[in-house]
């Protein structure tokens, strides 16, 4: 059962995805000033929002785990860093391209984009720490204590355009868009939203398997008696 329900939401999600990249690419206009260049937003804004989704799910997963732990949240909260590291990591490459023709370089310490590489960063090494400890317990107790202490830079990188002079534009407004943009990165959120909930059902399940085959106690065998 779960299994299908697993294939249906991955056909949704190509569909979405196939949807959405036709709104972009080809329906909604071209920007006034940027060209087709702007394009690239109806990719990597989602991307971004689903890596701080993400990010957020992993603190509120570690926090939970503390108080009542459980093997399952600790595997969710490792799913939740897995995914958001490849949202945010796909997401900041995408802006480098975006960047090159609008800010004339692929990268500058602008602070969104360093306090975003900062979070990979952290999630790259708090999934390094998980894959250290060979003590189940102890591997996760102290990865919630990490994940804690990464997500203080998850308002650092949402606010930072507003705390900071910065290069990178402010969040954007549904009232200071064309409506069909608005329209086409609506769908590319619903699209992403869908390849998120996918990715994180695989990652959990590989992840709970993971946890229970360290935890249970192997068979007695029985041997024949010579």
């Known amino acids: 059962m779960l299994k299908n329900v697993r294939i249906a939401l991955a056909v949704l999600a190509l569909g979405l995805l196939i949807w959405a990249g036709y709104l972009g690419l080809v329906w909604a206009p071209a920007d006034r000033e940027m060209g087709d260049v702007q394009r690239i937003m109806y990719v990597h804004v989602p991307a971004m929002e689903m890596a701080l989704l993400a990010m957020t799910l992993n603190f509120l997963c570690c926090v939970t785990y503390l108080f009542r732990p459980s093997w399952s949240m600790d595997s969710l909260a490792e799913a939740f860093a897995e995914v958001g ?7 900041l490459v995408l802006g480098s391209i975006w960047g090159k023709p609008t800010w004339g370089t692929y990268w500058t310490w602008d602070p969104r984009l360093t306090s975003m590489a900062i ?22 107790v102290w990865s919630a204590v990490v994940g804690i202490i990464i997500a203080v830079d998850v308002p650092i990188i949402y606010y930072s355009v507003r705390w900071w002079r910065s290069l990178h534009q402010m969040q954007s407004s549904p009232a200071t868009v064309d409506p069909a943009m608005v329209r086409a990165l609506r769908w590319n959120f619903l699209a992403f939203f869908a390849l998120f909930v996918v990715f994180v059902m695989a990652r959990y399940a590989i992840a709970l398997a993971r946890r229970r085959q360290e935890v249970t106690p192997p068979p007695l065998v029985l041997e024949r008696a010579s």
């Open 85 to 91: 590291l490849f949202f945010g990591g796909f997401g």
């Open 119 to 140: 979070g990979l960063v952290s999630y790259a090494g708090y999934l390094t720490l998980r894959r250290l400890v060979d003590d189940a317990e102890r591997r996760a």
